[in-house]
């Protein structure tokens, strides 16, 4: 017995990515899970649109892109065996608290603190925050080989490049 039919348009990539540019949106969900070699803060956006407010724009070629109900992921190491991945995922975090008003941004010479008593604490802090970001697209990766399309080209995902000041 079959558990599933796969057909060509569950696998076929569905519209356009959300393009390069500069958004806001709303943290919809977060949560601190035990992931690999250490913890990981989820985070799911919605309400897309660009940072000043459109949730359709026209774009260089002339045709217009609607947001409409797109969703953006995002997962950074708050401790990880690696070093080097929990210190970007920290830098990760550290921006995305300073865009979304949980911490102040840090002067020459002045650092500032993420005043919670836990990851899950900060977690409930960030639902329902507003933030900032840049998007870009990037060719989608599993495993380290490029995920191609039925035509052979890579397919593209949008991904939080960066956390934007209010």
Request: aromatic fraction near 8%.
């Amino acid at each position: 017995m079959s558990l599933l039919a796969i057909t060509k348009e569950m696998v076929t990539p569905r519209g356009r990515e959300i393009p390069d540019g500069d958004y806001r949106g709303t943290v919809e969900a977060v949560s601190h899970e035990q992931s690999g070699n250490g913890w990981t803060l989820k985070r799911q956006y919605g309400n897309i649109r660009t940072a000043s407010g459109q949730t359709e724009f026209t774009l260089p070629d002339g045709t217009v892109f609607r947001v409409g109900r797109r969703k953006l992921f995002a997962r950074s190491w708050t401790s990880h065996a690696n070093g080097k991945a929990q210190e970007i995922g920290h830098e990760e975090i550290a921006q995305e608290a300073i865009s979304a008003g949980l911490a102040q941004a840090p002067t020459d010479g002045n650092n500032t603190e993420l005043n919670y008593p836990s990851w899950e604490q900060y977690a409930e802090a960030l639902a329902g925050r507003e933030v900032f970001f840049r998007v870009r697209n990037v060719p989608k990766t599993r495993n380290g080989e490029v995920q191609k399309n039925p035509d052979g080209t890579p397919q593209m995902e949008a991904v939080i490049s960066a956390y934007l000041p209010q």
